[in-house]
């Protein structure tokens, strides 16, 4: 693929998540979701930039805001909406709901919601795929608060000890529910020299919320880690445009308080905003590029409601 081509693809994934997801919250608004609910409208670039950047047979571990994963990883839409509405055609038969999903099919291992604890399983599989002398990375997706957590640290030590081809990537939107990463949590520590010289990992931080940067800065480190047999750490700068967990995706229904001012600079690093810049750089018109939009829009707007329309929602 050339780089319009795949900027184009990117633009698809992208749109389907943003549409999946804002489909699921419209639903969770009428009561439909039985569960907790997650969304990752506003940091698509980073699922999909490393689904880019990586490769089919690499595998993906996820967390608590794991649909952008999922669907990257180029999982089944149906199934991921019969698994978020609780039915038994979904990913996990509907046992694991919008937090627990589980896909081999395209080595989606598992989102894990405890924070922190999907790290020393990834490494595990890292260790299997590496003694079985397969030459593929695995994934695990965490996000800045779980970075705190002491897992964090002793996977990346052990990772490192036994030279497994672990890929941590930090989706480092700044909160942990309402907790602010400058305010409350972070002792002004030097993570980077923490990671690279305290810890001897691999370490690129990028800005999350542009795909292309996401793209080449994960295939870059796929690239060293599997070569060097070292593990590594992407930090990527990304900005969440819903509330922690529930439906509120909009700033009319932005209830909370804890960064409402803020919230109106977040908005405007739209992702998808920011990859339609870049299509118009290879040489495509805004208007070419909207229509696409539009088109697509449809069609993922079509795909939930087919789906959807055949859950029978059972309240328990
Ligand atoms: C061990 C543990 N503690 C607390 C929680 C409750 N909890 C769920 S999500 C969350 C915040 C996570 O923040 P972060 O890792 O930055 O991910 P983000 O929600 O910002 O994507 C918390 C505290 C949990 N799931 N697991
Ligand atoms: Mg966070």
């Not at 964090?152 to 030279?163: D, H, I, Q, R």
């Not at 305290?198 to 080449?216: C, I, P, S």
Request: net charge positive.
């Amino acid at each position: 693929m050339n780089k319009k081509e795949i900027l184009l693809k990117a633009l698809e994934d992208m749109i389907k998540i943003r549409i999946i997801e804002e489909n699921i919250s419209k639903e969770f608004k009428k009561n439909k979701v039985l569960s907790f609910l997650h969304l990752s409208i506003g940091q698509e670039a980073c699922a999909t930039g490393v689904a880019f950047g990586t490769k089919a047979q690499d595998n993906f571990f996820g967390n608590h805001r794991s649909h952008g994963h999922y669907l990257a990883k180029g999982g089944n839409i149906s199934r991921m909406i019969y698994e978020v509405f609780g039915d038994n055609r979904g990913c996990c038969s509907g046992h694991g709901g919008s937090m627990h999903m589980l896909d081999k099919n395209v080595n989606f291992l598992g989102s894990v919601p405890i924070l922190g604890s999907s790290l020393p399983i990834a490494s595990g599989i890292a260790m299997s795929e590496k003694l079985k002398k397969k030459n593929n990375l695995t994934i695990v997706f965490i996000g800045d608060g779980s970075a705190e957590e002491g897992s964090f640290y002793e996977t990346l030590n052990m990772a490192g000890l036994y030279k497994l081809p672990l890929l941590i990537v930090i989706e480092d939107n700044k909160y942990a529910v309402e907790s602010d990463k400058f305010k409350r949590k972070v002792n002004g520590y030097d993570f980077k020299s923490i990671i690279e010289k305290g810890l001897k990992a691999n370490y690129n931080r990028v800005d999350g919320q542009d795909f292309l940067k996401v793209f080449d800065a994960s295939k870059k480190l796929r690239k060293k880690i599997l070569k060097d047999k070292s593990v590594g750490v992407l930090h990527l700068d990304c900005l969440r445009f819903s509330k922690h967990s529930g439906a509120e995706i909009s700033t009319k229904d932005q209830k909370s308080k804890y960064r409402k001012n803020e919230y109106f600079e977040i908005i405007k690093k739209d992702p998808i905003k920011i990859l339609k810049q870049n299509i118009i750089r290879t040489g495509m018109s805004l208007i070419q590029i909207e229509k696409i939009i539009n088109k697509l829009q449809k069609k993922y707007n079509k795909i939930f409601y087919t789906t959807f329309n055949k859950i029978n929602i059972k309240k328990v």
